[in-house]
């Protein structure tokens, strides 16, 4: 099958999030299986580096109007693990030191989807199937149901829509219709939602298969709590939506092929292992004295979805007991201030105001609990790094958390799960996890649980493939 994947981020050429692990491991576990011909296309920002950029060779210049600017862009690519990577280079609208967060991003979007139906119609190169991802792409499955819907060719390509996270959804004011997007008015419906446009909402609408990130979260996307205005559209869309959990990078995120950290370990070795990493990071933070206390680190965007504010709440009287913790991340102003100033009051608590890959693997290696108390979550990856490094999670039991982690005692534990946000809830939940860390031998089979279990790509890449023969 010839699959095209469209995204706004990929690693690691550029990423800012989970979407970019997702796109940098999931087209290469396809393209494992032969009979496919697997491509992915993205924008060529110029945080892009060298080490990638003298990789690359041009393959196309396309030119085309979008609404009434002439506009146009050349491809580049290179192929790695299999796959075709094409870039989509348009000074004007990537070379701004970042991928999102500007003044024109719908469009600079409405831009990239447009180059892309572009460069299949101007190369003749169409795929089977084109899979986009997340609202920055959603135009390159609504655009040939509209725009071009009288392109044959086109229409015989199967379109499939990832949603990452739905909280994100691409809205703008109805004149962007005709002018940023190149539409005409006959299709304002199609992506209309409560008097604004909806690019998320349009995607949904017009492509083939709607997918996301777990089981769970395709279930919570039915109610008002999880949907952000949106449960009523994908209730109407359950017929062609399915939840697939992602998997990581074992070879990036593991302990002992992954690199980054202090001393590598495996399954059988993770006891001696993760103590010397502890050592060796706690000598590092200037916590040296507490080398015999469990270490529990968070590490995530300091951001309301990921549960911060039930973190804080209870913060102190977690750290009046013998523990110390980390917390490694940016993000929200008030959320980084306050873990500052905790920082200057407690000395068991470090707040690392930074994000850092190779901290963070270090962090995960010498960790004995790992905090993920999210309000919602679509799927989650950090749960599943914390696993592989045998770091046992403690996560809200919502989105791909249920999916992924089982609470102790279960004979399949591999972590702590609480159900309600509350604070206490989560609190009582790491005292438990505490309680037992005393009790070595036990521990000792729950993080034997946790790095044995299994998220490599493979079984998720294989749904996709059902997915995508089901609309051929
Ligand atoms: C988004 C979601 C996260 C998910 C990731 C990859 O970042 O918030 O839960 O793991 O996308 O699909």
Redesign the pocket.
Known sequence: MKLLFVTSEANPYAAS???G??MGALPAALAENSDNEVSVIMPYYNTVSETYRSKMKKVADISFKLSWRSTGASIFSLVDRGVTYYFIENHRYFSRGRLYGEYDDGERFAFFSAAVVEFMIQTGNYPDVLHANDWQSALSVIYPKTRYKDNEKLSEVKTVFTI??IEYQGKYGKDALGDLFGIDDEFCGILEQDGCLNLLKGAVICADQVTT?SPNYANELKYPFFAFGLSEVIKSQEHKLTGVI?GIDYSYFSPDKGGDIDFSYNKFSRKAGKKKNKLALLADLGLSEFADRPLIVMITRLAKGKGVDLVLHVIEELLSKDVTVVVLGTGEKEYELAFSALETRYKNLRALITFNRVISKKLYASADIFLMPSKS?????AQMISCSYATVPIVRAV??LYDSIKSYPASDSNGFTFDNYNAHDFLFKIYEALELYKNTAEWDKLTLRAIKSDFTWNKSASKYMEIYSKIQ
């Open positions: 999030g989970g979407l692990d997702v990452h996270n990130v992602n979550e679509p799927c989650g990856l989105g791909g």
